[in-house]
């Protein structure tokens, strides 16, 4: 059915924005793929986290040994600030897209190699100190993409649908996990326990590879930025990017009010909804992580889609009300998510089935001393409603006998799984779901948010900087932090140990949300180039 006008103007319009249509869909997949291989790069590491504890750190204390892990994986998120200076700097100057092509070979490289390092078994101490730098590199890459991708987006949009096209970035990084969790699943399924244990983790690793080279190549035959490209062309860029970011006071006030006022809540809501929730069930809920990753794949799937839509609904009512309103939502109903999420698989409270209890022992004696050996207990529970727990745990005996505590042999944890019902397992991605409600709630609209905030010639560093202090610094430190508040808590004897990790987000969301509803504007700001944007786009989608 053929399209009427009421005039020439008005199908010259409709062509325009057709031909604006076609070129904004292939930017935002030539920038969508490339960043959303980089955060499954960034991710796989999170993800194995469990595993790669038990490989690259001593194994006499697993708790210290999985608290190293994540204190590594926060590394990443920490130098994340300095690649948005350095990188961002290059973006203002040079272009986005070769500076956006440099930190994905980076990202895939350091990704690729942390696959192949040697387990401390084989080098010692060398171990994390390789997995330490190439983690580094990896945040530095990492600081320096998400800025260029969204100012290169954003830069081909159309004004009153900003943060619509923007948002299809914003999905990259569940993107990302959700695919970093499929492909762990796949390679775990297709391998014995004993095969991904002693080799397969790293094929998630060497994975990346070859994914970086497709992107590679489709993002060098990209384009740069009409908006950036015509600036350029007139001598209009910048000459020293952190200096008119930084040392301006205008501008540094809006750099402060963007960190403080929106991207530091947003990146503990973040994390929470993606990193700690897994961390959570699969640390705290001791349950199996091949379904842990199950239904955080399945909650991340149904909850993607949220992200553009809430992208664009803040086209349409603005950024800040949608931010803010996640913000609160996400500090009301943290608490009584995860205590809902811990009573779930609460052993206390269930009943053991009929001849549900299977118990195995073992003994091995130590060759120095014959009286001195150790006794491992095997324990198997099902419940009725289908719950089955498997524990395992020692009790040493020196030559005088058992260790006694409290009138009974003491009995050390060696590990401790729990699989979950079909219905428990709902319950749980339902909740999961929930968060990722709130990750698409202050995520969404947050690409839009900061290029507005700032004006061309030093949007991608100034953007860069608060977003990734806000994500790299207090989101990156979130599982760290909540992990070692919950162990204290448990250590202290508190009754509810298991939501101590909460007090890390709730309190800095807090902070975040008080700021930006006093500060933050509710109306969108335009670009300064809004007015030539159609113009410069539709020109160079015909050249």
């Known amino acids: 059915m053929s399209k009427t006008f009421n005039s020439q103007q008005e199908h010259d319009a409709y062509v325009a924005e057709k031909k604006q249509n076609k070129t904004i869909w292939g930017v935002i997949m030539a920038s969508s793929l490339g960043t959303l291989i980089e955060w499954y790069d960034f991710y796989i590491f999170g993800s194995l986290a469990v595993v790669l504890a038990t490989k690259f750190f001593p194994s006499d204390n697993p708790t210290a040994a999985f608290l190293s892990t994540l204190a590594t994986f926060a590394a990443g998120f920490v130098v994340r600030p300095f690649g948005a200076l350095f990188f961002g700097r290059l973006g203002d100057i040079i272009g986005r897209k070769y500076t956006f092509l440099v930190t994905l070979l980076i990202m895939g490289f350091s990704t690729f190699l942390i696959g192949c390092i040697p387990g401390y078994d084989s080098i010692g101490y060398a171990a994390p100190i390789l997995v330490l730098i190439l983690r580094l590199l990896q945040g530095l890459a990492l600081g320096g993409e998400y800025g260029g991708a969204a100012t290169y987006v954003a830069e081909y949009s159309q004004p009153h649908r900003r943060g619509y096209w923007t948002s299809w970035i ?14 762990i699943l796949v390679t775990k399924t297709s391998l014995s326990a004993e095969e991904f244990d002693s080799w397969g983790w790293r094929v998630p690793f060497w994975i990346s590879i070859l994914m970086v080279g497709v992107s590679y190549v489709i993002r060098r035959n990209m384009k740069e930025s009409p908006l950036f490209a015509q600036a350029k062309k007139e001598g209009k860029t910048s000459k020293n990017p952190l200096k008119e970011s930084f040392g301006n006071k205008f501008n540094f ?9 929106a991207v530091m809540g947003q990146g503990v809501i973040w994390y929470t909804g993606q990193f700690y929730a897994m961390s959570f069930l699969q640390k705290v809920m001791n349950i199996d992580s091949a379904q842990v990753d199950t239904m955080m794949a399945l909650a991340l799937f149904i909850g993607t889609p949220l992200f553009v839509f809430f992208g664009w609904l803040s086209d349409k009512v603005g950024r800040k009300p949608i931010m803010m309103i996640g913000m609160l939502i996400a500090i009301l109903a943290y608490r009584p998510i995860y205590k809902a999420m811990y009573n779930s698989v609460k052993i206390e409270d269930k009943v053991l089935a009929k001849n549900g209890l299977t118990e195995k022992r073992t003994a091995k004696v ?10 491992t207990f095997h324990q198997e529970k099902i419940f009725v409603d289908g719950t089955l727990m498997k524990k395992d745990s020692i009790v040493h005996w020196a030559a005088t006998g058992p260790i006694i505590k409290e009138g009974k042999p003491e009995a050390a944890l060696i590990k401790e799984q729990i699989t979950v019902n079909p219905d428990t397992r709902w319950f749980l991605i339902f909740l999961i779901f929930i968060q990722v409600v709130f990750v698409t709630m202050v995520y969404g609209p947050i690409a839009a948010f900061l290029v507005e905030m700032f004006p061309l010639k030093i949007r991608y560093t100034s953007m860069s900087l608060p977003y990734h202090i806000g994500n790299g610094v207090f989101g990156g430190l979130l599982p760290a932090v909540a992990t070692y508040l919950v162990t204290s808590g448990k250590d202290a004897g508190h009754s509810e140990w298991y939501l101590e990790g909460l007090w890390y987000p709730i309190v800095v969301a807090g902070v975040c949300l008080v700021i930006g509803t006093l500060y933050l504007k509710t109306k969108n700001k335009s670009l300064a180039e809004d007015s030539i944007v159609e113009e410069i786009i539709v020109e160079n989608s015909d050249s």
């Open 170 to 183: 914003q999905t990259t990084a569940t993107a990302g996990l959700f695919i970093s969790l499929i492909v």
């Open 253 to 261: 006030k809006f750099v402060l009010l963007a960190l403080f006022g």
């Open 366 to 375: 130590h060759d120095k001393i014959a009286t001195d050996s150790t006794i």
